[in-house]
């Protein structure tokens, strides 16, 4: 389960963001997660409790996530399409000269810290 360094990593993150800034409480972080990054929702929410249980900077923090659809462009018919519905290979004239366009992201979006 990789999820869980992806999550130490999010808090070395956000422990850099919170001493750049001289904040010592995060109420809420917002991660934009992309749909085929490989990271599993469920999986990142449930080490996310166990990690930031351990961690005053974030002990309280709520995490939301964004799911990013995954979207690929087709080169061939200059089309866009469903990549989780339809992988590599283009649903609109079976091309397989194909790449990802959205979809493989994450991102901390956004941090709250309580007033």
Not at 6 to 18: M, N, P, S, T
Not at 49 to 64: F, G, M, Q, R, T
Not at 65 to 94: F, L, Q, R, S
């Given at each position: 389960?990789?999820?869980?360094?992806?999550?130490?990593?999010?808090?070395?993150?956000?422990?850099?963001v919170?001493?750049?800034?001289?904040?010592?409480?995060?109420?809420?972080?917002?991660?934009?997660?992309?749909?085929?990054?490989?990271?599993?929702?469920?999986?990142?929410?449930?080490?996310?409790?166990?990690?930031?249980?351990?961690?005053?900077?974030?002990?309280?923090?709520?995490?939301?996530i964004?799911?990013?659809?995954?979207?690929?462009?087709?080169?061939?018919?200059?089309?866009?399409?469903?990549?989780?519905?339809?992988?590599?290979?283009c649903?609109?004239?079976?091309?397989?000269?194909?790449?990802?366009?959205?979809?493989?992201?994450?991102?901390?979006?956004?941090?709250?810290?309580?007033?």
């Amino acid at each position: 389960m990789h999820e869980l360094g992806v999550v130490f990593h999010i808090i070395d993150d956000l422990k850099a963001v919170a001493k750049a800034n001289d904040v010592t409480s995060i109420s809420k972080v917002t991660i934009e997660l992309g749909e085929v990054s490989g990271v599993v929702e469920e999986y990142l929410t449930d080490c996310w409790k166990w990690a930031s249980a351990k961690d005053e900077l974030v002990k309280e923090c709520e995490i939301e996530i964004e799911i990013i659809p995954g979207v690929t462009y087709c080169e061939d018919c200059k089309k866009t399409y469903e990549t989780v519905k339809y992988a590599k290979v283009c649903p609109n004239c079976g091309s397989k000269h194909t790449y990802l366009i959205q979809g493989n992201e994450f991102n901390i979006k956004q941090i709250e810290v309580p007033e």
